[in-house]
């Protein structure tokens, strides 16, 4: 397997798997929206995405957003986006994805990495192996504006 860090060439060897992430999360598949969207994203320089290929076949992204610590005066990335074709779990595709965000953290001096997941999201078992702790001090809360 190959992980590595993707390109706005890779655009459209994402996009298929960008989708399937989003159906999976309930949303109507629309292709043109995902690739506008993740396109967006690479030419303003907003996101870091790796792409994980198994002999040649892109089955798994991680995308990653910057955001910042006012206390901590330090950059910080937020792990917004994983997902790995249904074929190819439980494979390791996941770990190396993650590994890879990890790696990238620490050689670019960012903070730390943050993500959010669902209560119920069997891939905390992952999260808690690889060195996430869960928060146990505050909530998280969010504010829908439509």
């Not at 109507?28 to 690479?42: G, P, Q, Y």
């Not at 005066?73 to 990890?102: F, H, M, P, W």
Request: with cysteine.
């Amino acid at each position: 397997m190959i992980v590595r860090q993707a390109h706005i060439t890779d655009l459209e060897l994402i996009v298929p798997l960008f989708d399937q992430y989003r159906v999976f999360y309930g949303q109507a598949s629309d292709l043109n929206r995902a690739k506008v969207f993740l396109e967006a994203r690479f030419q303003h320089k907003e996101s870091i995405i790796f792409v994980a290929f198994k002999e040649y076949i892109p089955v798994g992204f991680l995308q990653l957003y910057f955001s910042f610590s006012s206390v901590s005066l330090e950059s910080t990335l937020i792990l917004n986006d994983i997902y790995v074709n249904r074929n190819y779990r439980n494979l390791g595709v996941g770990s190396s994805l993650l590994k890879n965000a990890q790696e990238y953290c620490r050689k670019n001096q960012y903070k730390g990495l943050a993500l959010e997941t669902a209560t119920d999201n069997p891939a905390q078992k992952l999260y808690e192996k690889l060195g996430w702790t869960r928060d146990s001090h505050c909530f998280h809360y969010f504010w829908p504006a439509k």
